[in-house]
């Protein structure tokens, strides 16, 4: 069994524009649709398309709109009960796949719910191959949270991702020492904040065929505890280091709807690919296809098996890694 944790759920609406989007101007709407979201509820969402046994551990109340339409999505879930209502996220696409995210901060979470959302990882932890922690952190959870609960699940025998951002992400790495997950996935801005450089760089090396900026940054990750960093860099491609060695996908050519779940559906693919028995390479390239195969689609809709290509990945190993500067 999969666990994917969404402790800041959404109700995703997404607006499609036919052309671009100008501020303080009157749009004509081509296209509406909402969908259950928040990145674990995202994960559970490609995972199940894929027939993995997965539960989505989410907050939300028994009547919340986002059960109903996890239901009918097919998706198993555990709600923890909350007073509040789940937030609503509003997204607008452009023509040419351009993404504004206008995200709501959350319903609150007190102590007991906290409490509950924890136990209920923790219980199901047992028998699980995989927890993926993903997403912001609403009110009234710590920053520290992420790096507490992977603690906690150091003596499972479970693997452990996390995919966040902001402050909960540098609580994270500056717990690996005592709570280093097995899978970390940052985009080029999360990974240039960790390891400090500019995440442009970043971008525009691997964009021209280096990725020894993006390895070397994830290398400082692994050297302070991280076992496995997934950098998922957009368009560019993305690349996986861990203590054995580094690897470049290049993903194919697509025309952009929406990068909405693009992340999240990269980190189900690797995750699928993991539970497969595959290799690390393997593991990235499913992992890109994924991430292409959402982006190629509108809204917050993810991809099924039938809907990507892992032929149209090509990976490179960059082992031996780059020297350090």
């Given at each position: 069994?999969?666990?994917?944790?969404?402790?800041?759920?959404?109700?995703?609406?997404?607006?499609?524009?036919?052309?671009?989007?100008?501020?303080?101007?009157?749009?004509?709407?081509?296209?509406?649709?909402?969908?259950?979201?928040?990145?674990?509820?995202?994960?559970a969402r490609?995972l199940?398309?894929a027939?993995?046994?997965?539960?989505a551990?989410?907050?939300?109340?028994?009547?919340?709109?986002?059960?109903?339409?996890?239901?009918?999505?097919g998706?198993?879930?555990?709600?923890?009960?909350?007073?509040?209502?789940?937030?609503?996220?509003?997204?607008?696409?452009?023509?040419?796949?351009?993404?504004?995210k206008?995200?709501?901060?959350?319903?609150?979470?007190?102590?007991?719910?906290?409490?509950?959302?924890?136990?209920?990882?923790?219980?199901?932890?047992?028998?699980a191959?995989?927890?993926v922690?993903?997403?912001?952190l609403?009110?009234?959870?710590?920053?520290?949270?992420?790096?507490?609960?992977?603690?906690?699940?150091q003596p499972?025998?479970?693997?452990?991702?996390?995919?966040?951002?902001?402050?909960?992400?540098?609580?994270?790495?500056?717990?690996f020492?005592?709570?280093?997950?097995?899978?970390?996935k940052?985009?080029?801005?999360?990974?240039?904040?960790?390891?400090?450089?500019?995440?442009?760089?970043l971008?525009?090396?691997l964009?021209?065929?280096?990725?020894?900026?993006v390895?070397?940054?994830?290398?400082q990750?692994?050297?302070?505890?991280?076992?496995?960093?997934?950098?998922?860099?957009?368009?560019a491609?993305?690349?996986?280091?861990?203590?054995?060695?580094?690897?470049?996908?290049?993903?194919?050519?697509?025309?952009?709807?929406?990068?909405?779940?693009a992340?999240?559906?990269?980190?189900?693919?690797?995750?699928?690919?993991?539970?497969?028995?595959?290799?690390?390479p393997?593991?990235?390239q499913?992992?890109?296809?994924?991430?292409?195969?959402a982006?190629?689609?509108?809204?917050?809709a993810?991809?099924?098996?039938?809907?990507?290509?892992?032929?149209?990945v090509?990976?490179?190993?960059?082992?031996?890694?780059?020297a350090?500067?």
């Open positions: 069994m999969i666990v994917t944790v969404t402790p800041n759920p959404s109700i995703d609406r997404t607006v499609t524009l036919p052309a671009q989007l100008v501020r303080g101007a009157v749009h004509r709407v081509q296209s509406v649709s909402t969908e259950p979201g928040g990145k674990g509820v995202n994960v490609a199940t398309l027939g993995l046994d997965t539960v551990v989410l907050p939300a109340g028994e009547r919340d709109p986002i059960l109903s339409a996890l239901q009918s999505y998706v198993p879930f555990y709600a923890v009960p909350i007073d509040g209502a789940v937030r609503t996220n509003l997204t607008i696409t452009e023509s040419d796949g351009t993404t504004t206008i995200n709501e901060p959350g319903a609150v979470i007190d102590e007991a719910a906290l409490s509950a959302l924890t136990a209920a990882i923790l219980d199901r932890a047992a028998s191959r995989w927890v922690l993903s997403g912001s609403p009110p009234g959870i710590p920053d520290s949270w992420y790096a507490d609960v992977v603690a906690q699940l499972y025998g479970c693997k452990v991702a996390v995919d966040t951002s902001d402050a909960p992400l540098a609580a994270l790495a500056a717990g020492g005592r709570a280093a997950p097995d899978l970390i940052p985009n080029s801005e999360e990974l240039a904040g960790l390891a400090g450089v500019d995440p442009e760089h971008e525009t090396a964009a021209q065929g280096n990725p020894e900026p390895v070397n940054a994830a290398l990750l692994i050297e302070r505890g991280a076992r496995t960093v997934l950098a998922t860099l957009g368009a491609g993305a690349v996986l280091v861990n203590e054995t060695g580094s690897w470049l996908a290049t993903p194919p050519p697509i025309k952009p709807k929406s990068t909405v779940g992340g999240d559906s990269s980190l189900a693919g690797y995750v699928r690919a993991d539970v497969g028995g595959a290799e690390a393997q593991r990235l499913m992992a890109v296809a994924y991430g292409s195969g982006a190629a689609l509108p809204g917050s993810l991809p099924s098996p039938a809907q990507i290509d892992l032929d149209d090509s990976v490179t190993s960059i082992s031996p890694y780059p350090r500067p």
